[in-house]
């Protein structure tokens, strides 16, 4: 009787249960102590920018009547990462102080996490299914929470981080419709590059060396740290999704 009930959950209940989805592999580094003093946001802040995403996404997900959004924030935990869960009624995204704490992470870079996690969740295909849930893959949520997402949220939240663009970054910029929304939204891009530099032990990405691979497939889980600049400068300049992880 043990052996049919083991096989009745391997074979049909593990199938159907949600897998959370992360902003970035599990490493050592994902920890992050407390120091406030280092930290670009307040813990204020923190709980605004979620606040605020989710009252944007709120509306939207009425409107085309998709599956509910929660966003819970825990600003005293060190875990340097982010999750959605999918569940079969609604969404949940969890935000953790360890990653909002982090140096190299502004209150518009932080807001990127946080589209990245709805993106899984609203961002359309390419996407990976079981059953019951389907979430966008880790790159389309990249384009996704930076070319969609990441601009309705910057609209409503004040700017803090004054960091001057590169001349290169302006050159990407200049011919945008609102060249300033459009750096600011880089710049975001930029400290989250550097953000997962540190996390992976690599050199921080460049909008000026983009990564010449292409893959035969459509990566489910996470590119490159180069890759995943690319993406977001992709979703921002409203481009293809680069090959380095996306096959038409």
């Known amino acids: 009787m043990k052996y049919l009930f083991t096989c009745f959950v391997l074979c049909f209940v593990l199938p159907l249960m949600a897998k959370a989805q992360s902003f ?30 989710l009252e944007i996404y709120t509306e939207i997900i009425e409107e085309q009547g998709w599956k509910p959004l929660t966003i ?7 875990t340097v990462n982010a999750y959605i869960l999918p569940q079969l009624q609604k969404n949940i995204v969890t935000m953790y102080g360890g990653l909002a704490r982090r140096p ?26 079981s059953p019951l849930f389907k979430v966008s893959v880790e790159g389309q949520a990249d384009y996704y929470g930076a070319g969609v997402c990441l ?4 609209d409503a939240i004040p ?20 060249p300033s929304q ?37 990566l489910r ?12 400068l992709a ?4 481009l293809e999704r680069p090959r380095c992880w996306y096959r038409p």
Do not use: M
């Not at 601009?151 to 910057?154: A, R, Y």
């Not at 889980?221 to 977001?232: A, E, F, S, V």
């Open 159 to 178: 700017i803090t981080d004054f960091a001057v663009p590169t001349s290169y970054e302006r050159f990407l910029c200049e011919n945008e419709a609102d």
């Open 24 to 53: 970035v592999e599990d490493n050592p580094a994902l920890r992050y102590q407390v120091t406030e003093e280092e930290s670009n946001i307040s813990e204020e802040q923190f709980y605004e920018v979620i606040e605020t995403a």
């Open 221 to 232: 889980d996470h590119p490159g740290i180069q890759c995943r600049l690319d993406t977001y």
């Open 72 to 78: 819970r924030g825990f600003w005293e935990d060190e």
């Open 182 to 218: 459009c750096e600011r939204l880089v710049l975001a891009s930029r400290r989250i590059g550097a953000l997962l530099a540190f996390i992976k032990s690599e050199p921080i990405p460049q909008f000026e060396t983009p990564d010449p691979s292409v893959v035969r497939r459509t």
């Open 151 to 154: 601009p309705k949220v910057l």
């Open 235 to 238: 979703g921002i300049l409203n």
């Open 104 to 129: 190299e992470v502004s209150l518009d870079g932080f807001a990127l996490v946080v589209c990245h996690e709805i993106a899984h969740g609203y961002g359309g295909k390419p996407d990976k299914r």
